[in-house]
């Protein structure tokens, strides 16, 4: 799992950073309205959501989402289309910046939204593996305009012919050291086994050339350029 871990830092702490006096006032740490938190989170970008929020029990680690016990691999697929987000155990503190993401009195342990916290799917962090996967799915269809269900069936696929690739490659090494170790650098049958080593790594280039092809949903939120922004800025003043 690739996590973001967002810390908001107030006008003032940047003033702070910048200043060189030696006196500057801290700024006193107090939540943001709902909509600034999704915003800070989101950043950049422009793909949806997927928050867990740290416990005690689980600090440091991905237990709210992945299972200890049971094949991950269908979630970590749907994982690459989100942007993934770690919140620190104080975050439903009044007090904290994002505090107004989790406003229930039974906060969620891990939600999925689009960037701007709209379509939020809140979960436990005990949810089964299909509450999970109906979620994320969910939101991967308001999102994208391919079907993530259909392309992770495909991403799986291509998984089972890396690893088959990766186990006739090992045997095939083996047999070219045999081979050498046999017969010599010259030896026909060592010509022969790298040609097959040589054919196999084509086929695992050709495989991870698909896996990029289909890891393409089609994002619909598209960034906007910085070109764009300060065009826009200068436009209207």
Excluded at 88 to 109: S, Y
Excluded at 143 to 151: G, I, L, N
Aim: charge should be negative.
């Amino acid at each position: 799992m690739s996590w973001d871990y967002p810390v908001y830092v107030s006008e003032a702490e940047l003033a702070l950073e910048k200043s060189t006096a030696a006196t500057v006032a801290q700024s006193v740490r107090k939540a943001l309205p709902r909509e600034e938190s999704f915003e800070w989170i989101a950043g950049d970008d422009p793909r949806p959501l997927l928050v867990l929020r740290e416990c005690l029990s689980c600090n440091g680690t991905d237990y709210a989402l992945l299972n200890r016990s049971e094949d991950n691999e269908r979630t970590l697929l749907m994982a690459r289309w989100f942007h993934c987000v770690k919140l620190p155990t104080d975050v439903t503190e009044e007090d904290h910046p994002f505090a107004a993401m989790f406003p229930d009195n039974k906060p969620p342990h891990l939600f999925v939204c689009s960037p701007d916290g709209s379509n939020m799917q809140s979960l436990s962090g005990e949810q089964s593996r299909k509450e999970l996967w109906n979620a994320m799915e969910d939101t991967l269809k308001l999102e994208y305009t391919r079907d993530a269900k259909k392309t992770v069936r495909e991403l799986l696929k291509v998984l089972v012919t890396y690893d088959t690739l990766d186990g006739m490659e090992d045997w095939r090494i083996e047999q070219l050291e045999a081979a050498l170790e046999k017969d010599g650098s010259k030896s026909r049958k060592a010509s022969k086994i790298r040609k097959q080593i040589a054919k196999l790594r084509a086929d695992k280039a050709e495989a991870k050339a698909k896996e990029a092809k289909l890891s393409d949903l089609g994002l619909k939120r598209k960034p906007v350029p910085k070109q764009v922004e300060e065009t826009d800025k200068i436009a209207a003043s």
